[in-house]
């Protein structure tokens, strides 16, 4: 899956211009590829759903491209259903318009990038795929349509491949299914978001049942602190074993870890006693905070509805002889602010009054 | 927590969720962030386990092109992006989409049964009146085994991944129902803010093929059992045996950064207060002018009774005493459905302050017994 970026050797076949059916210049370029974790794992998902008799199934890649289309970056896909036989292969490409109108409808800047096949070989099928995306109009020309192979097979290692294409053929009418693939660099890019979704997805890797509940926040700290834990232990090891001349000592290790070690501050103990304070008042105060206005908030409405117990409800209709006593009662049950009139007022005021010191 | 809904109530107590999903959801979250983003997941239900397989992301049109393509007199015409995409899960527009997305699923094979759908928030702050009506849009809906998934972007980025899983329970789906949140409505049915979600576990489930690709991840095993010695301090940078990898443990989690936390936090928290403040406001005018009109019903029946008898001494009809009721209009009482809306995201707030007040202060202690060793805290 490393394809090491540095060793690519980059071929592009001169283009003879008017014979062969694409009269463009179709560019050949180099091309560098950016490969989304969630794009993978949408090839993924889809090869274990294929039908049975199936032995690869292909999809259509979505992406972005840079201004110059030399980097490609592809970070959706999705399946397109297709029928291959030994003389022939048919791709649904109704399917894979309106789809592609659908996607686009909710992720108007991903564009069509190229294709995706979940087997590593490259056969005649692949070419007339491979032409069919690159091809004017629907395609991705005049940019090179890419073509994402992922090997799915059971028990081998997952590799994956990317290619462009250039017209190759010796005759015009073997040109739509001929192709040279040229191989490009590609790379995985994690990015900082999914890091924390990858952990806990590659922590059920190593259950039987491969799953795993989400943890909270406390146990993930302590599993890190864990680890950090278990690192320290390796190197003091390694450096007591140097030190008692059991284990042969490295210059560049004793560097590096030299270097590391100077990077803990030296500080004054007062001035970290007082921060810690603060900082540790603070947590404390917000959290107080919090939990007050939860229990004011949780209080009041009590009071909406455990005080509408004592007088009769609202609109209820007016009876003459009520009067004032039923008035009292009905401004003191709204607002929630308590049973009796006076109270009611004094206790209101009492939570306005705390809302505006919050305020300030 | 004992005072919340049992989810013994609910026939779903479970949630299972491919990590295909959570790749999707943080992905679209983080590109749409600060705009919440909403989507859909389809899935299966099976038995009390709700399993989760796919998710797409709902179209939230811009409001240039709301204006020129969509009825103003659709009830779900909004013109503001948030308020867009968190209409979009119960928007006319987003269904007919999303049944197109699970009829061209269905071809290859994904499951086509819609499970509920999905949304982004910071800190902590989705509980609003759209979350309540999606949900329960969903809920009422042909298929009632729905759950709502919120994704949090920002406290993901601090180390854990936060996606919480919410069903509205039973008590609150009738008196959803009937629309009516008025004081006598809740008292008899005695809802709580406490009450309205029910929070579901959720599993993370990985197929074989993303295991094995898990395994095979990080660079294949150095060939020797131990690795030779760098000879030099460059080259310790850069072999690549040794380069960062994508599975390394997640250290960020031991950072210890208190402050812009807290400052956010308390400003969501002073919104929700200003919220309440204007409910609670609303609420006591309404008692106000209410009694004000009854004040005058009854001076105008008053006067009605002693005209009467006037009458009845000079032997005239009797005037009706019942015209009031035409004559006065008492105002409607406004629905106190905010105030508990508002109750539970100040509860969700201080949760989170919990949590992190927990998970700070270990940090710190460490810190500090860290660098004034010999002091116990």
Redesign the interface.
Same mark, same amino acid.
């Given at each position: 899956?490393?394809g090491d970026p540095k060793n690519y050797l980059h071929l592009a076949r001169p283009l003879a211009p008017a014979p062969i059916a694409t009269q463009s210049s179709a560019v050949t370029a180099p091309v560098t590829v950016t490969l989304?974790?969630?794009a993978?794992?949408?090839i993924?998902?889809?090869?274990?759903?294929?039908?049975a008799d199936q032995d690869r199934?292909i999809?259509t890649l979505l992406g972005t491209r840079s201004e110059d289309g030399t980097e490609v970056s592809i970070?959706n896909c999705y399946?397109?259903?297709h029928t291959e036989t030994a003389e022939q292969v048919e791709v649904d490409m109704d399917?894979q318009k309106?789809?592609l109108e659908?996607h686009l409808?909710?992720?108007p800047k991903e564009v069509l990038v190229g294709w995706y096949a979940t087997s590593g070989d490259l056969n005649t099928f692949s070419a007339l795929i491979q032409n069919f995306y690159g091809q004017q109009g629907e395609g991705t020309w005049p940019h090179p349509a890419v073509h994402l192979t992922v090997g *799915?097979k059971?028990g081998q290692? !997952?590799e994956a491949n990317t290619y462009i294409s250039a017209p190759i053929g010796v005759t015009a009418e073997r040109a739509a299914d001929s192709c040279l693939f040229i191989p490009v660099p590609h790379e !995985?890019k994690?990015?900082?978001?999914?890091?924390?979704? @990858? =952990?806990? !997805?590659?922590g059920?890797?190593d259950r039987e049942?491969?799953?795993?509940? @989400?943890?909270?926040?406390?146990e993930? @700290?302590e599993?890190?602190?864990e680890?950090?834990l278990e690192m320290l232990e390796r190197v003091s090891n390694y450096v007591s074993d140097v030190l008692d001349e059991e284990r042969?000592p490295?210059?560049?290790?004793g560097?590096?870890l030299l270097?590391t070690l100077s990077l803990?501050?030296k500080?004054n103990?007062e001035d970290?006693?007082k921060d810690?304070n603060n900082? /540790?008042q603070?947590?404390?105060l917000?959290?107080y905070?919090?939990?007050t /206005?939860?229990t004011q !908030?949780?209080l009041?409405?009590?009071l909406?509805?455990a005080a509408? *117990?004592m007088g009769p409800?609202?609109?209820a209709a007016?009876t003459?002889g009520e009067?004032g006593e039923?008035?009292g009662q009905? =401004?003191g049950?709204?607002?929630?602010?308590g049973g009796r009139g006076g109270r009611g007022g004094r206790s209101?005021q009492a939570?306005?009054d705390q809302?505006r010191r919050? =305020?300030q | 927590m004992a005072t919340d809904p049992k989810i013994a109530d609910s026939p779903i107590r479970e949630i299972q969720v491919e990590a295909l999903v959570v790749m999707r959801i943080i992905k679209h979250s983080t590109t749409s962030f600060p705009t919440p983003a909403t989507g859909c997941l389809v899935g299966m239900d099976i038995g009390s386990q709700l399993q989760i397989t796919n998710s797409f992301p709902f179209p939230a049109s811009n409001p240039e092109n709301q204006q020129t393509n969509s009825n103003p007199a659709d009830p779900y015409h909004q013109s503001d992006q948030a308020a867009l995409s968190l209409a979009a899960p119960r928007a006319k527009s987003s269904a007919t989409y999303a049944g197109e997305m699970i009829k061209y699923l269905r071809e290859v094979n994904v499951d086509a049964q819609g499970v509920g759908w999905y949304m982004s928030c910071s800190m902590g702050n989705f509980v609003s009146q759209a979350f309540v009506e999606n949900q329960a849009f969903y809920q009422r809906g042909s298929e009632e085994k729905t759950v709502a998934l919120v994704f949090d972007v920002s406290r993901s980025s601090q180390g854990s991944l936060n996606l919480k899983a919410y069903r509205l329970s039973p008590n609150f789906m009738a008196a959803l129902k009937d629309n009516k949140f008025s004081t006598e409505s809740i008292q008899k049915s005695k809802l709580r803010y406490q009450d309205i979600f029910i929070e579901l576990p959720i599993t993370i489930h990985n197929s074989h093929l993303l295991t094995s690709f898990l395994h095979q991840m990080p660079a294949a095993p150095p060939q020797k059992s131990a690795l030779d010695f760098p000879a030099s301090l460059a080259e310790l940078h850069h072999d690549p045996n040794i380069a960062t990898n994508p599975l390394a443990p997640n250290l960020e989690s031991l950072d210890l950064s208190i402050d812009p936390f807290l400052e956010k936090t308390t400003d969501l928290m002073l919104e929700s207060i200003e919220q309440h403040t204007t409910e609670q406001n609303n609420a006591s005018y309404y008692q106000r002018s209410l009694a004000r009109e009854q004040t005058k019903i009854k001076q105008w029946q008053e006067k009605r009774k002693a005209e009467n008898v006037l009458r009845g001494q000079q032997k005239q009809p009797l005037l009706p005493e019942d015209e009031w009721q035409k004559l006065f209009k008492l105002p409607v009482e406004p629905s106190r459905l905010e105030l508990m809306l508002v109750g539970r995201q100040v509860e969700q707030y201080a949760r989170q302050v919990d949590g992190f007040n927990a998970v700070v202060s270990g940090k710190m202690f460490g810190v500090r017994g860290n660098l004034l060793p010999g002091e116990i805290a």
């Open positions: 899956m490393a989304h974790p969630q993978l794992f949408s993924l998902d889809h090869a274990s759903r294929r039908p199934v999809g970070s399946a397109v259903p399917y309106r789809m659908l409808r909710a992720a *799915t059971a290692d !997952i !995985i994690y990015d900082d978001a999914s890091k924390s979704g @990858l =952990e806990l !997805i590659a059920a890797r049942d491969r799953s795993q509940f @989400l943890q909270t926040d406390v993930m @700290l599993r890190a602190v680890q950090v042969e490295s210059t560049a290790l560097q590096f270097n803990a501050p500080v103990p970290i006693e810690f900082h /540790i603070d947590v404390l917000v959290s905070l919090s939990n /206005i939860r !908030i949780d009041s409405n009590r909406v509805t509408l *117990t409800g609202d609109g007016a003459a009067g039923g008035k009905r =401004e049950g709204g607002g929630g602010r209101g939570g306005r809302g919050e =305020e | -």
